[in-house]
């Protein structure tokens, strides 16, 4: 599968503890989003990076929420002292260098708080 | 002001024939990029088709089209003789200004296609 990859699929943690949701990119994307979606909403966008680079964060909560794309391996959103408002599916997108090629999307990874 | 408008929640269309999912949107950009994307009820994002801001054809990709009119800041898609697996949600997005890459979606319409 040469597609977004994300894991977990499926995640659940306790009030208070970390969550960390990875994404390898498709072959040759050097570009990764990341999104989150309500139930019943659209997609809100989190933070765009590239390699070792945070483009654009301006949808990232102030505290809490970090992103990172390292020069080696997936790209991690981690969320710190979760909170049930944390409850969502998040997803991660990846693209090539031209801003009109669409993003392609991972299958998301669904986070329950309990 | 909401950036995409998708004023239909809930959509249904008879197998075979056509429907037309709108979406409105608001920008000052000149420009900018319009998206569609597919969502089964298994979650997963389906990328359909894109269109420009300096497209000067409406585009097309198989049985899907979009109606872009500028002026009206319209990019409604067009699914053509649908199909039982179009089923799903469809979300409008919009990509703005130079440089930028976050996109913006729409709430969505949830089609339903009858037998």
């Known amino acids: 599968n040469a597609g977004v990859m994300q894991n977990p699929r499926h995640l659940v943690r306790r009030r208070g503890q970390e969550a960390r949701l990875r994404c390898s990119p498709m072959?040759?994307?050097?570009?990764v989003y990341w999104y989150r979606q309500l139930p019943e909403e659209g997609l809100k966008f989190m933070v765009y990076l590239q390699k070792e680079n945070i483009i654009d964060e301006s949808g990232m909560p102030k505290e809490r929420f970090s992103a990172e794309f390292p020069k080696e391996g997936p790209s991690i959103l981690r969320i710190q002292q979760v909170v049930r408002g944390d409850s969502a599916a998040y997803f991660c997108a990846s693209s090539p260098g031209r801003e009109n090629q669409p993003q392609h999307f991972g299958d998301g990874t669904r986070l329950s708080i309990l | 002001a909401q950036k995409i408008t998708q004023t239909q929640p809930g959509m249904f269309v008879q197998e075979k024939e056509a429907v037309t999912l709108d979406c409105t949107y608001d920008t000052s950009d000149q420009s900018y990029g319009l998206f569609w994307y597919k969502q089964p009820s298994s979650g997963e994002m389906i990328f359909l088709i894109y269109q420009g801001s300096y497209d000067e054809q409406n585009a097309t990709e198989g049985r899907y089209s979009l109606n872009f009119q500028k002026a009206r800041k319209s990019a409604n898609l067009v699914i053509s003789a649908s199909q039982l697996g179009d089923s799903a949600m469809y979300f409008c997005?919009?990509?703005?200004?130079?440089?930028?890459?976050?996109?913006?979606f729409g709430s969505g319409t949830r089609l339903q296609v009858q037998p």
């Open positions: 072959k040759g994307h050097s570009h």
């Open positions: 997005a919009m990509r703005e200004g130079t440089g930028r890459r976050a996109l913006t």
